[in-house]
Each structure stands twice: as C-alpha cells, then as structure tokens.
Antibody, heavy 122, light 107 residues
Framework: EVQLLDSGGGLVQPGGSLRLSCAAFGFTFSSYAMTWVRQAPGKGLEWVSS????????YYADSVKGRFTISRDKSKNTLHLQMNSLRAEDTAVYYC???????????????WGQGTLVTVSS | DIQMTQSPSSMSASVGDRVIIACRASQTVSTFLNWYQHKPGKAPKLLIF???SLYSGVPSRFSGSGSGTDFTLTISSLQPEDFATYYC?????????FGQGTKLEIK
C-alpha cells in the first residue's frame, strides 16, 4: 500500500530554518516525481515545489525560490524540503504528494501525506 | 500563471442532493483538469483527473466534465462522508494551480 509520512514541522522564528521530510512506502520511489503543497491557515492549497524522479530537475514557486530546496534520498525513499529564511507567510501545513504518472511529471498528485505544520512566529 | 476560479466558494446541501461545482480557467487547459477532496486534518484525495476520469477507488457518484476553460464536478447523491472542501487544479502548465476551493456543508 502506498504511504507517505510527513514530518519535521514545528515552531520557528522568522529568519530561521527547518527541514521537512516525507518517508515513502509501497511504490518504486525513484520512478515518480514528488511535490510539496502547502495550505496556510484559512486558505486554499498552494503548490510549493516539485522534483523529478531522478532528482535532476527541480521546480519552485516564485514565493519560495532561493529560500527553499527540494531534494530526495533514493537510498532511504525520502523526500526533503529545506526551508531557510522563513517568513510569517510561510506558516502552513505542508503536504508531500506523489505524481500519478510513472516516469514523467504529470502534475496530477494521486497520493498525499497527512501534512506537517510549520509555524513561523517570534 | 493560469488562474483557476471556482463557484460557489461555499454551499450547503442535504444528504441525497445532487451537487454541481464549477471551475473556470483563465485560459484553455484542454482536459488537464483535476478535482480533489480535502477534509480538515486529513490528506487531500484525488477524485477526478483529466477532466472526467474517475481515480481508482472513488465512488461512481462523483463525475467530472468539461474542456477548454469550463469544468464541473458533480456528486449525484450526496453522502454524509462527502461534506468537505473541493478543489479543482490544472495540470496543463506549470505551476499546477488550484482553485480557491468550494466548501460543501450540511444543510
């Protein structure tokens, strides 16, 4: 069974850093693009970042470009999001999500983690 | 970026009702349109992809239609577990933008 387990969220001061992780189970991790999506309090879903199956290509929303880094560890079947220079507006629940398509990025996300809460506040 | 607009933003309905949620794209997305269901504290769930394809395990009371810029999600007979927020999302071009969501509440 496909499972995604998000972790790493917490309370951090503005300007601080946090590293999110997403452990993947039940599928060939390296064959699928992976994505982070967030939901700020009272707001809708917002795409944050994606990475190709081989890790060679990454994509970022303009709002996080230069501050966030997405990566994947194929030996541990784990996706990461390194978040630096955090701002109050980064406060959100962060979800990792698996791409529907084998081999390529379809931008259709068929399985999601349960989410991890990031709160940026002094 | 392509903008997605859903209507209504919220609605109330009763168990057994037929519900239709609309989604409009700011430019054509062909049939690269997906629908998700999201309940508080839970992982979002993919319901419909490619405008009208039902994702594995999703009940047949859910259906999608449309192409180009205008799309609809229909729930033929609302069940208690269907009360949630629904999002459309375009996968035609990066980034895969979402609509603002439609919150479906119990009347």
């Amino acid at each position: 069974e496909v499972q995604l387990l998000d972790s790493g969220g917490g309370l951090v001061q503005p300007g601080g850093s946090l590293r999110l992780s997403c452990a993947a189970f039940g599928f060939t991790f390296s064959s699928y693009a992976m994505t982070w999506v967030r939901q700020a309090p009272g707001k809708g879903l917002e795409w944050v970042s994606s990475i190709s199956g081989d890790g060679g290509t990454t994509y970022y929303a303009d709002s996080v470009k230069g501050r966030f880094t997405i990566s994947r560890d194929k030996s541990k079947n784990t996706l990461h999001l390194q978040m630096n220079s955090l701002r109050a507006e980064d406060t959100a629940v962060y979800y990792c999500a698996k791409d529907l398509g084998w081999g390529g990025a379809t931008r259709i996300w068929d399985r999601w983690g349960q989410g991890t809460l990031v709160t940026v506040s002094s | 970026d392509i903008q997605m607009t859903q209507s209504p933003s919220s609605m109330s309905a009763s168990v057994g009702d037929r519900v239709i949620i609309a989604c409009r794209a700011s430019q054509t997305v062909s049939t690269f349109l997906n629908w998700y269901q999201h309940k508080p504290g839970k992982a979002p769930k993919l319901l419909i992809f490619a405008a009208s394809s039902l994702y594995s395990g999703v009940p047949s009371r859910f259906s999608g239609s449309g192409s180009g810029t205008d799309f609809t999600l229909t729930i033929s007979s609302l069940q208690p577990e269907d009360f949630a927020t629904y999002y459309c999302q375009q996968s035609y071009s990066a980034p895969g933008t979402f609509g603002q969501g439609t919150k479906l509440e119990i009347k």
